[in-house]
C-alpha cells in the first residue's frame, strides 16, 4: 500500500521555466511534508518542507502547496537551472519521525 | 543544515560474510536514527528506527536477526548486515533527527554494499 505516490516519474523542463513536481498522499493524519532532491549514489538532501497548518511554504527558488483536501502536494522551482537535475523524492509523516517516502521523480533540466 | 556521515562509503564482501556500516551526526545529536535500503530506480525503503540506548523497530519484512542495528550513542548508530548473500546488495542510508527540535531528518551519503 503505497501511502505516498508521485504518478510522474520523470519530468523534463527548459532552463528558465517553472517546474512542478506534484506528490499525492493517502493518509489523512500526515501532519509534516518534506521535499528532498537527491543525486544517484548519494543520500537525500533536505530542500523544503510544510506543516498540515499551511498551504504554503516559500524558500528562495522553491515553493510547496499543500492542499489538504484533495491530499496533495506540488513542489514548484522558478526558475528552473541545469543543476536542479535530479530525483526529488516528497515525505510525510504522521506526528513521529518516521517518513513515508513517495517513488520519486527524476527531473531534467535542459538548456 | 545538519551533517550526518556513513562509513564505509561501499563496500564488497563475500558471500556469508558480516559487514558493518556506520553512521555518525557530526553536529547534533540524533535521538533517533533511521535506517533505509534503496534498490536501483525505487524509492527508499525504511528498514528500522532506532532510539539511542533502546531496541530498534523493525518495518514488516525485515528480518531483525539479519540487519543488526545499535545505536549506542546520540552520534552513532551501527547496521550489521549478518551472513551477507548477493540479494544484500544494495544502497544503504541512514538519516538523523532530533525530534526536541524538528521533524527533519539528515541523511548520510549512503554506503554501496556488494555481495559477491
Known amino acids: 500500500d503505497q501511502q505516498v505516490k508521485q504518478n510522474s516519474p520523470s519530468l523534463s523542463v527548459q532552463e528558465g521555466r517553472i517546474s512542478i513536481l506534484n506528490c499525492d498522499y493517502t493518509?489523512?493524519?500526515?501532519?509534516?511534508f518534506l521535499w528532498y532532491k537527491k543525486y544517484p549514489a548519494e543520500g537525500p538532501t533536505f530542500l523544503i518542507s510544510?506543516?498540515?497548518?499551511?498551504d504554503k511554504n516559500e524558500d528562495g527558488r522553491f515553493t510547496v502547496f499543500l492542499n489538504k483536501s484533495a491530499k496533495h502536494l506540488s513542489l514548484h522551482i522558478v526558475p528552473s537551472q541545469p543543476g536542479d537535475s535530479a530525483v526529488y523524492f516528497c515525505?510525510?509523516?504522521?506526528?513521529?519521525?518516521?517518513?513515508?517516502f513517495g517513488t520519486g521523480t527524476r527531473l531534467q533540466v535542459f538548456p | 543544515g545538519a551533517v550526518v556521515s556513513q562509513h564505509p562509503s561501499w563496500v564488497i564482501c563475500k558471500s556469508g560474510t558480516s559487514v558493518k556500516i556506520e553512521c555518525r551526526s557530526l553536529?547534533?545529536?540524533?535521538?533517533?536514527m533511521f535506517w533505509y535500503r534503496q534498490f536501483p530506480k525505487q524509492s527508499l525503503m525504511l528498514m528500522a528506527t532506532?532510539?539511542?540506548?533502546?531496541?530498534?523497530?523493525?518495518e514488516q519484512g525485515v528480518e531483525k536477526d539479519k540487519f543488526l542495528i545499535n545505536h549506542a550513542s546520540l552520534t552513532l548508530s551501527t547496521l550489521t548486515v549478518t551472513s551477507a548473500h548477493p540479494e544484500d546488495s544494495s544502497f544503504y542510508i541512514c538519516?538523523?533527527?532530533?525530534?526536541?527540535?524538528?521533524?527533519?531528518?539528515?541523511f548520510g551519503p549512503g554506503t554501496r554494499l556488494t555481495v559477491l
Open positions: 538519516s538523523g533527527g532530533d525530534r526536541g527540535t524538528s521533524n527533519e531528518q539528515f
Open positions: 515525505a510525510a509523516s504522521e506526528n513521529t519521525d518516521k517518513l513515508i
Open positions: 553536529d547534533f545529536q540524533a535521538t533517533t
Open positions: 532506532s532510539n539511542e540506548g533502546s531496541k530498534a523497530t523493525y
Open positions: 510544510i506543516s498540515s497548518i499551511k
Open positions: 493518509n489523512s493524519m500526515f501532519d509534516y
